[in-house]
C-alpha cells in the first residue's frame, strides 16, 4: 500500500511562488509515475503536472510551474512561481503504478489527502 502526504500549501499573494511537497511511503516510490491535480469545490479534479522521467504540464502551469522528484527521499515537488488567484484550489498529488494516459485522475492508483492553496489579488 502506498501512502502519500503533501504539504507546503498556504495562503500566498498574486505574483508569489510555493513548494509542494508529496512524501511517498509504501512500495517503490522511483518506478511510479507521479503526478499533481488540482480541485475546487465546482469544477473537477484538474490535471497540473506530471512526472515519469520526463516532464509534462498543462497549458496552465507552463512556464510558472516546475514538477521535479528526488527517488532517494521517495518524495515529488512542485515549484509554483507566479501564482494567480485562479491557481487557489486544494492540490492533490497522486501516483500511477503503470503508464496510462497521465492527465486522466482515473490512470492513478494512489491518492494523497490534499493541500490547500490560496491565492489573494
Known amino acids: 500500500q502506498v501512502q502519500l502526504v503533501e504539504s507546503g500549501g498556504g495562503l500566498v499573494q498574486a505574483g508569489g511562488s510555493l513548494r509542494l511537497s508529496c512524501a511517498a511511503s509504501?512500495?517503490?516510490?522511483?518506478?511510479?509515475?507521479m503526478g499533481w491535480f488540482r480541485q475546487t469545490p465546482d469544477k473537477e479534479r484538474e490535471f497540473v503536472a506530471w512526472n515519469g522521467g520526463i516532464t509534462y504540464y498543462a497549458d496552465s502551469a507552463k512556464g510558472r510551474f516546475t514538477i521535479s522528484r528526488d527517488n532517494a527521499k521517495n518524495t515529488v515537488y512542485l515549484q509554483m512561481n507566479s501564482l494567480k488567484p485562479e491557481d487557489t484550489a486544494v492540490y492533490y498529488c497522486?501516483?500511477?503504478?503503470?503508464?496510462?494516459?497521465?492527465?486522466?485522475?482515473?490512470?492513478?492508483?494512489?491518492w494523497g489527502q490534499g493541500t490547500q492553496v490560496t491565492v489573494s489579488s
Open positions: 509504501g512500495g517503490t516510490f522511483s518506478t511510479y509515475a
Open positions: 497522486a501516483a500511477a503504478l503503470a503508464i496510462r494516459p497521465f492527465s486522466t485522475a482515473r490512470s492513478y492508483d494512489y
